[in-house]
């Protein structure tokens, strides 16, 4: 089992529709959650870290986490086409080690 | 600009010829990290660092050192690079080793024949 696990998509989604996004970590001590977007051949660059458990909102995006489920999740409300992208989960674990584990990315599609 | 660099952005080499990929952040960050991009395998941490005495290996450190001898330079050394090593790499650093979010360089694809 992956330590984290993404689908690999391709998830596609109407313009103006929510994207949701899914990611889950094995059971480990996972102290920091995030959510990266990647364009082809660019680098990641950061959209939300969450760290507690519940909702925390930035813009369209919402980030979801649940700790006693081992998920966190990423929904980008009234999706364009410029979102249009790889997202990547990440967790930073802390159990001996201070190591970020990315999962293989979701690959969304936002047609318009 | 706050930024992580990388050099060369790109990079065609032959087996065997030693190869250092330079790395630099002006954010005065603690934390540096390099991994490896590879279709498939996702991002994979090869070397991090939390502060100028201490490196530990990543989860593919196999044929790769670094070394931190200042605060904002983070080099990635390949003494005897291999065809296996062909890979978009990324140099990353972040406040510190305590959770914090982590910023990337733009990114070395690496090509050895």
């Known amino acids: 089992q992956k330590e984290v696990e993404q689908n690999s998509g391709p998830l596609s989604v109407p313009e103006g529709a929510i994207a949701s996004l899914n990611c889950t970590y094995s059971?480990?001590?996972?102290?920091?959650f995030f959510w990266y977007r990647q364009y082809s051949g660019k680098s990641p660059e950061l959209i939300m870290s969450i760290y507690s458990n519940g909702d925390k909102e930035d813009g369209r995006f919402t980030a979801q986490l649940n700790k006693a489920s081992q998920y966190v999740s990423l929904l980008i409300r009234d999706s364009q086409p410029s979102d249009s992208a790889t997202y990547l989960c990440a967790v930073k674990v802390t159990s001996g080690t201070y190591k970020y584990i990315f999962g293989t990315g979701t690959r969304l599609k936002v047609l318009a | 600009e706050a930024q992580v660099t990388q050099n060369p952005r790109y990079l065609i080499t032959v087996t065997g010829k030693k190869l250092t990929v330079t790395c630099s952040q002006n954010?005065?960050?603690?934390?540096m990290s390099w991994y490896r991009q590879d279709p498939g395998l996702g991002l994979r941490q090869i070397y991090y660092s939390m502060n100028v005495e201490v490196t530990d290996k990543g989860d593919v450190p196999e044929g790769y050192k670094v070394s931190r001898k200042e605060k904002r330079n983070f080099p990635l050394i390949l003494e005897s690079p291999s065809p296996n090593q062909t890979s978009l790499y990324f140099c990353?650093?972040?406040?510190?080793?305590?959770?914090?979010?982590?910023?990337f360089g733009p990114g070395t694809r690496l090509t050895v024949t």
């Open positions: 990353a650093s972040s406040r510190d080793g305590g959770g914090y979010e982590q910023y």
């Open positions: 954010m005065n960050h603690e934390y």
């Open positions: 059971d480990r001590v996972s102290q920091s």
